[in-house]
């Protein structure tokens, strides 16, 4: 129950604004299809690899196989049907064998591509192949069950969350799991800088990341390996982190199921703000990602601690408010479950203000109140980060105690050198080392912990939800709603035009009798 005294009809009154203001966007999301979400097909029905006429250099800068074959279908027929049936067709026909064969033409210039008269054989067969992927999707699922249920899970929260990304795969893994012996409870590995804005998936085991490591099916399985078997020598799970934003969202999605991940990144709006990927290729392939990860038991983490970094924290909190609402709304219209939402927000306050610790625990005790069953992820101080280590150690200290106090779900370990220099693993381990001390001492500190009715926190808390609700009647009213709140700076004070930003070419509006075997499956199951 929330410690703070919400009004219930504000609150219920911002849920209702949420939903009017998302409305628009569910309906551009279910009108229209694009490359990354028809490549996904492909994927969860089996294709894998790259084209290897197209070079001699690194693994991942060849282009695999599903976007060859989806272009190839766009040429000659267009996506506006979907990819399904012209595929299927060339193989119900005879034209190859399986689906690689049928790249190999492709990539050969060979295969020919069109529409069936009569679409059910293609159907039928594209509904098979692709339920294939989703029943290993469900198998992973029903594994990490066992899994917990075997080894158990962490013995308190918030979670420790810790990133481990060296570019390198092979150098990722002893440092991730290191990191678990030494008491994360989540690893993430980031990507590689720029691959956000990559319109494919690189293929295999990768060792030449810069400041990340790249995503790839390989990557992920072998990282997901590595930690089953500290999870079993710790005896506890440790889960499993990447990224599903950018260009290629609903692929990244498909892989992290086949994979068994746990957690993915995805916002809404991140990659338009952030990535200035455009505003209708961000949501219809959000959409998509997100039944996805509601098939695969998947907890995604929401971006809106990244509004902190360039907008005011106090000034803008309740664009935070506004954004986890719509998160909420748009992730329950893809079937995910409440536990499944690992709503952002972060301790960004500038620590030089006046009662700022207090603030912090007003914003964070809201997004508590407002989102009591969902495991909120808790991002720490960076844009106030000096040179001076001291002081930024002590700055984590007080977020990490922010977290015990407000019963945060998911806690990302802060370093007293973030966004000043990359971290040493001496840093990690004083943080770590950092964020066990208050955690263990604290205890169940926040069973204790009573902001006084009326008093300062509850009447911050109790501003920032009014002011959220305003800005959500402004949004569901306008005619343009979320995309040209978006547009006019809302988020984070960054503009971005509906027609604008990367990827917009491999949006399609959707024709009369198109089919997508996965979301027929998918949407035919709700978490």
Known sequence: ??????????????????????????????????VSVERAVLRLAGLTGTDPVTGDGPEQDRVPWVNRVVDAVRDQVGLESGVALPVWHALTSGTAHDLQELAEQVGAGTARFALPADPEPAREAARTAVATGIARIDANRARRDELVAGLGDPPRRPWIYLIVATGDIHEDIPQAQAAARAGADVIAVIRSTGQSLLDYVPEGATRTGYAGTYATQENFRLMRAALDDVSRELGRYVRLTNYASGLCMPEIAVLAGLERLDMMLNDAM???????????????????????????????NTGEDNYLTTADAVDEAHTVTVSQLLNERLAHEAGLADWQLGLGHAFEIDPDRPESFRLELAHALLARGLFPDAPLKWMPPTKHMTGDVFRGYLLDGFFNLAGALTGQGILLVGMMTEAVVTPWLSDRDLALRNVRYVLGSAGNLAEDFHPQPGGFIDRRAHTVLAEAVDLLERIADHP???????????????????????????VVRLAEGAYNPALELLEGVRV
């Open 270 to 300: 991140y990659g338009i703000l952030f990535r200035d990927i455009n505003p209708r290729r961000t949501f219809v392939d959000q959409r998509f990602s997100r039944m996805v990860h509601a098939r695969a038991g998947i907890v995604i």
């Open 480 to 506: 343009q709603g979320l995309i040209q709140a978006i547009a006019d700076g809302t988020f984070g004070i960054t503009r971005r035009s509906p027609d604008g930003g990367k990827g917009l070419d491999g």
């Open 1 to 34: 129950m929330s410690k703070l005294a919400l009004d219930p009809v504000l609150a219920t009154r911002a849920r209702e604004l949420a939903a009017r203001a998302a409305a628009p966007v569910v309906e551009l999301a279910r009108a229209h299809t694009t």
